[in-house]
């Protein structure tokens, strides 16, 4: 199984970035999909999730400009990003949970991605 992110980058504060989530070595009805995001210093936290049958939720401090969403023929998923802040510099991480679980609770994800940067100036 293998999880590849891309689309991080730097933006100025305001602007959007879409991250993606390639997923290979599992169906795209067999695992739910997390973000996750790790500012310097800092642990790692849950930014959005979405069920293998579409259900989505975003944390507060994202919500209403971060949408998680998945192309079940592409077999990816995307989290696109707008009005971007200067606190939602970190690194990105897409996981994959095969429990039949969507959840912000990291121990509960078998597969993670290595990581896109996004860096967000003031």
């Known amino acids: 199984v293998q999880l590849q992110a891309s689309g991080g980058g730097l933006v100025q504060a305001g602007g959007s970035l879409r991250l993606s989530c390639a997923v290979s070595g599992l169906s795209s009805n067999a695992y739910d999909m997390g973000w996750f995001r790790q500012a310097p210093g800092k642990g790692r936290e849950g930014v959005a999730c979405?069920?293998?049958?579409?259900?989505?939720y975003t944390v507060d401090s994202v919500k209403g400009r971060f949408t998680i969403s998945r192309d079940i023929d592409k077999n990816t998923v995307y989290l696109q990003m707008v009005s971007l802040k200067p606190e939602d510099t970190g690194v990105y991480y897409c996981a994959a949970t095969t429990r039949n679980t969507a959840t912000m609770t990291t121990d509960l994800y078998n597969y993670w991605g290595q990581g896109t940067q996004v860096t967000v100036s003031s």
């Open positions: 979405i069920s293998r049958g579409g259900s989505a």
